[in-house]
């Protein structure tokens, strides 16, 4: 079978999340901040919304096209892993590296690697062993091996809800209000109701949690507004004199 050629289905940064609308929780800020540089970002949810407390899988599927759409990304795809039993299979690792060879991201952003909800922790590892995958030229299975070999050059975490020290901050300020819109599209989660009304937070309180969040990771770096991130590997810097964020 041919192997296709790099179309302009590619992207620049894409997001890999468990679920809907957590993308817009932990990195919608930055996937904003990208677009608004040109870049041609993507979001890629593991799971439909099955299994969740509050809304259908279909609800939660018109709420994403419609955060998508404030967030101003050029795809986003739902896979069929199970919603609460996200395993780190390799049936799992093949769907998520053929979208990584058609998709072409430079870029992958994944959840940190210790969360409450397990499906959020296996995204992690099963996003990164995806990644590695997707850049063997002889893998098969799934339709992978009709797709040119692609392995990111760059894979960082977004930590916003764990206890960990950021690697670096997104400066989100301008986005500030978009972001909140797009998880606020999620009406089947975040509106007061009598479902699940032990579990999330009130809506009215929503607004005031995510943006004391994301104060607290914009003053760490000098600015109003920010996202966290981690990287495993170390950075490389060539000028000292440009590197942001005073010291004193």
């Given at each position: 079978?041919?192997?296709?050629?790099?179309?302009?289905?590619s992207?620049?940064?894409?997001?890999?999340?468990?679920?809907?609308d957590?993308?817009?929780?932990?990195?919608?800020?930055?996937?904003?901040?990208?677009?608004?540089?040109?870049?041609?970002?993507?979001?890629?949810?593991?799971t439909?919304?099955?299994?969740?407390?509050?809304g259908?899988?279909?609800?939660?599927?018109?709420?994403?096209?419609?955060?998508a759409?404030?967030l101003g990304?050029?795809?986003?795809q739902?896979?069929?892993?199970?919603?609460?039993?996200?395993?780190?299979?390799?049936?799992n690792?093949?769907k998520?590296?053929?979208?990584?060879?058609?998709?072409?991201?430079?870029?992958?952003?994944?959840?940190y690697?210790?969360?409450?909800?397990?499906?959020?922790?296996?995204?992690?590892?099963?996003?990164?062993?995806?990644?590695?995958?997707?850049?063997?030229?002889?893998?098969?299975?799934?339709?992978?091996?009709?797709?040119?070999p692609h392995?990111?050059?760059?894979?960082?975490y977004?930590?916003?809800?764990?206890?960990?020290r950021?690697?670096?901050?997104i400066?989100?300020?301008?986005?500030?209000?978009?972001?909140?819109?797009?998880l606020?599209?999620y009406?089947?989660?975040?509106?007061?109701?009598?479902?699940g009304?032990?579990l999330?937070?009130?809506?009215?309180?929503?607004?005031?949690?995510?943006?004391?969040?994301?104060?607290?990771?914009?003053?760490?770096?000098?600015?109003?507004?920010?996202e966290?991130?981690?990287?495993?590997?170390?950075g490389?810097?060539?000028?000292?004199?440009?590197?942001?964020?005073?010291?004193?």
């Open positions: 079978m041919p192997v296709a050629a790099a179309s302009d289905s992207v620049d940064v894409l997001a890999i999340a468990a679920h809907r957590d993308v817009e929780q932990t990195c919608g800020g930055t996937l904003l901040r990208m677009a608004a540089r040109g870049l041609r970002t993507a979001i890629l949810d593991l439909q919304g099955e299994s969740g407390t509050r259908s899988a279909a609800e939660r599927a018109a709420e994403a096209e419609e955060a759409r404030i990304v050029s795809h986003r739902a896979l069929d892993l199970p919603d609460g039993a996200v395993a780190n299979t390799l049936e690792r093949l998520i590296a053929r979208v990584l060879r058609e998709w072409r991201p430079r870029v992958v952003i994944l959840p690697w210790e969360a409450r909800h397990p499906d959020h922790a296996t995204c992690a590892t099963l996003g990164y062993e995806a990644c590695f995958l997707a850049g063997l030229s002889r893998l098969s299975g799934a339709g992978v091996e009709a797709l040119a392995r990111p050059f760059k894979i960082v977004a930590s916003l809800y764990a206890d960990v950021p690697s670096f901050i400066d989100i300020t301008p986005f500030i209000e978009q972001r909140h819109a797009s606020m599209a009406k089947s989660q975040y509106s007061n109701q009598e479902k009304g032990g999330f937070v009130p809506e009215e309180e929503i607004r005031e949690r995510t943006y004391a969040e994301a104060r607290h990771y914009g003053l760490l770096a000098g600015v109003k507004y920010g966290p991130f981690v990287q495993r590997e170390v490389l810097v060539d000028d000292l004199t440009l590197i942001p964020v005073q010291s004193i």
